[in-house]
């Protein structure tokens, strides 16, 4: 899915991390508040400088290491194995060495670094020597496990067995081999089970994250389709009630111009300024229409909305703006539900609109409606213009190329899967709308 709001990756360099959703009671508490503060603050550094956290480890094994080196004794650590004191000085610094500095490198190659550590170590224990700095493998094997590969890190942990292996039972020889071992092993178990578990922490709260940014998207865009929904739905219901009432405004204000300016009174222009004023606003409402209509064919419904009972109010404020209209009914009106009702009204009101606005005052219009076989017929038909007199300048809606209104026909139709028939009659004089809708068994009342 596509969205225009960018989601960022991470906190933006520098700024304080906030704490999670879940995690605001910890956040609260004096202790464990403090510790998750200062986790936020250690990541935020080492996300600002991240060769500072490898100096430090390389710093602190060295640490660790130096006494050892600097020990004459021969003690090892399972035992008098040791043959420190057979090799020089330098040698077990440089031993020592190989193995501390490659964990400056841990991060950013984890499976090199432990390979270079598993090899120096492997020629240390050759020589019949352990050393504190011996904790680097351990290091080691935990950043593979939770940086490295999975297939490499499985390679790496058969290999550190069988090293270990061999150093205590062959290449340097303890004087107690099951517990060194024991120890050994233990100790390696742990450090891979650390880091993947580390790992699979850091892949859930990832997954979280995706999952929470996800959804934020299908939020925004839910919120987008709501909002475009609701203003086709906004243009719709303003073309069906406003246009309609202005239809009505603009004839009757022409019709009494033309009594006016007939009966010679002084009206008449006040009322060809009120009908060319209507026009106007007829107009401008289809510019605003313009900007509010989307593509969604959904709409929703909000009460009151008019049904087929409102359709005798309907006729008669047609007929008073000087149209002649017939209505007949088949059928059960009431049994249908409220959303095809509202369609029903709104067909017969556009079709009235149009034929009010292009056949004129003083003709005539005939509308029926029925209901059989879970089908809803809705018939408009108009005579047209009457006889001596010249129908309208052609409209979209009557010339072909669709309006709104017309449009709004078929759309609500399309929500019933009806078939819509809009065009000149049979006699080519005057016009006729013939709307069939397919009304589901959940769409009317029982």
């Not at 700095?133 to 290091?139: E, K, P, R, V």
């Not at 490295?148 to 107690?176: D, K, N």
């Not at 003709?363 to 213009?385: F, L, N």
């Amino acid at each position: 899915m596509s969205t225009d709001r960018a989601v960022s990756a991470g906190p933006p360099r520098g700024a304080a991390s906030e704490p999670l959703p879940g995690f605001h009671t910890d956040w609260a508490h004096p202790l464990l508040g403090r510790m998750v503060r200062g986790q936020n603050h250690r990541r935020d550094l080492d996300r600002r400088h991240p060769w500072l956290l490898d100096t430090m480890v390389v710093l602190v094994v060295a640490l660790i290491s130096l006494p050892d080196l600097l020990s004459h004794t021969s003690h090892g650590p399972f035992g008098e194995t040791d043959n420190r004191g057979q090799l020089p000085s330098a040698v077990l610094f440089l031993l020592a060495g190989a193995q501390i500095l490659p964990l400056w490198w841990r991060r950013r190659a984890p499976a090199v670094t432990y390979f270079v550590i598993a090899a120096v170590a492997l020629v240390q224990l050759s020589l019949g020597v352990w050393q504190q700095a011996d904790i680097s493998g351990l290091i080691a094997l935990y950043g593979l496990a939770l940086r490295g590969s999975l297939r490499v890190l499985s390679w790496a942990a058969a290999l550190t067995v069988a090293e270990l292996t061999l150093a205590v039972c062959l290449l340097s020889p303890v004087e107690h081999p099951l517990l060194g071992l024991f120890f050994l092993l233990g100790t390696t178990a742990a450090a891979i089970a650390t880091g993947l578990t580390l790992r699979i922490r850091r892949l859930y709260l990832a997954t979280l994250e995706d999952r929470a940014a996800r959804l934020e998207i299908e939020r925004d865009q839910r919120i987008r389709l709501t909002a475009a929904a609701e203003r086709s739905r906004v243009a719709r219901e303003m073309h069906d009630i406003i246009g309609h009432n202005l239809s009505v405004m603009v004839s009757l204000a022409d019709g009494a111009a033309t009594l006016a300016a007939h009966n010679k009174e002084t009206s008449a222009e006040a009322l060809r300024v009120l009908g060319d004023t209507g026009r106007q606003a007829m107009s401008e409402l289809r510019s605003v229409l313009g900007v509010l209509r989307g593509d969604q064919d959904e709409e929703r419904m909000v009460s009151p909305q008019p049904g087929v009972r409102d359709l005798d109010a309907l006729m008669e404020r047609v007929r008073a703006a000087g149209l002649t209209v017939r209505y007949r009914t088949t059928g059960d009106l009431d049994s249908l539900g409220g959303g095809v009702q509202l369609t029903v009204y709104r067909v017969v009101q556009e079709a009235l609109t149009n034929s009010l606005k292009h056949a004129g005052i003083g003709s005539s219009a005939e509308v029926a409606i029925g209901v059989e076989a879970g089908e809803v017929r809705i018939r408009i038909a108009d005579i047209g213009a009457p006889p001596g007199t010249s129908e309208p300048a052609a409209h979209p809606g009557r010339s072909g190329d669709h309006g709104h209104g017309l449009v709004g026909i078929r759309q609500r139709a399309a929500m019933y899967g009806g078939s819509v028939t809009i065009g000149p009659r049979a006699g080519g004089h005057g016009w006729l709308v013939d709307v069939v809708l397919d009304v589901p068994p959940g769409e009317q009342l029982r």
